[in-house]
């Protein structure tokens, strides 16, 4: 029932919250349903050596094929699970996927590349979180060297005591750890240069607007030049022209990704483009 408290507006904007909720709660309730039904699966994109073109790893990003809906974003599913906290479930899955595919690819031959996974808030601030990686690839018998784990600024400079223990822990096992959407964020320098990363990912909208924007160049040229005084890899988000390619290699960035090289495709695909 929609209560009377005032002028229509009201009224309006008071059933337009209430459709917002009942269609998280559905949400909640079909993603819930999703991991059983097997409707999540991983698609992989490319990340290149800027120099050689060579494979270096590939990212695994989360898609769902909703048995009624078709596809749905990706990027409201992670807010509704991160909100519930199905992103743990979710996440867990994402993470075996990832490394029992990339252990595939070595059994079947092909030169070993790191696969790399986005971990969200809610895992990273899960007290197993570093043991349920260490159990992941015990299972998967990946080798740690090949699983890079992107953590974004943001979530990396929350909690920071604890996640800098966790880094640490990862970073023993010999797992990477990579800077997610760098630029975006608010970091400490002093604070950055404690953590124990392996590369920064520039932040795909500064890339958009290179070379148009100025501005844009200098702030990516600033992250390249911080990454390497850090001794870190630094990765272009997003670089869709060979204009912006050939920017980002006279200026000494290590590795790119982006639709230039590729969208995010299926396992098979990759492997057949991509992989040697
Ligand atoms: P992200 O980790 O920064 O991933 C990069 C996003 O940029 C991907 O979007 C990718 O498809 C897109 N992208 C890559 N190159 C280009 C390009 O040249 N042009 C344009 N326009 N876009 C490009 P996607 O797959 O929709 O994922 C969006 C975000 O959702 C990711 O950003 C990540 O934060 C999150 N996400 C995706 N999969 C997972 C997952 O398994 N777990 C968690 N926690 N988050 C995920
Ligand atoms: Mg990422
Ligand atoms: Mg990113
Ligand atoms: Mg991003």
Redesign the pocket.
């Known amino acids: 029932m929609v209560k009377k408290q005032g002028g229509d507006n009201y009224i309006v904007y008071n059933q337009e919250i209430d459709n917002i909720i009942r269609e998280e709660q559905k949400l909640e309730i079909e993603l819930e349903n999703a991991l059983d039904e097997h409707e999540f699966y991983l698609l992989y ?1 490319p990340v290149v050596d800027i120099a050689t073109g060579k494979t270096q790893g590939v ?4 898609r769902w094929n909703h048995k009624v809906y078709g596809k749905i974003p ?2 409201t599913i ?1 807010k509704t699970a991160e909100q519930s906290g199905l ?1 743990l479930d979710i ?1 867990k899955w ?1 993470l075996k996927e990832a490394c029992q595919q990339n252990k595939k690819w070595q059994l079947e031959g092909y030169d070993p590349i790191i696969v790399s ?4 808030a809610l895992q990273l601030d899960h007290p197993d979180f570093v043991e349920l990686v260490k159990k992941i690839l015990e299972e998967t018998e990946l080798e740690p060297k090949y699983l890079e784990l ?1 953590i ?1 600024e943001t979530v990396a400079m929350e909690n920071v005591t604890e996640n800098l223990k966790k880094m640490k822990q990862l970073k023993e096992i010999g797992i990477g750890i990579a800077i ?2 760098f630029g975006t964020g608010y970091s400490s320098l002093a604070y950055l240069a404690e953590l124990p990363i392996d590369k920064l990912k520039v932040d ?1 909208s500064f890339i958009k607007d290179v070379p148009e924007c100025a501005d844009s160049m200098e702030i990516v040229n600033t992250i390249i030049n911080l990454a390497k005084s850090m001794r870190i890899k630094v990765t272009a ?4 022209t060979m204009h912006q390619h050939g920017l980002l290699s006279k200026t000494g960035c290590d590795l790119v ?4 090289i590729s ?2 495709r299926e396992s098979n695909y990759i492997e057949q483009k991509f992989l040697a």
């Open positions: 994109q990212e695994a990003l989360v990706i990027i992670i992103i996440g994402v996974v986005n971990v969200s992107e974004t997610d959407d795909r988000e997003g670089v869709e990704q982006g639709y230039l969208k995010p």
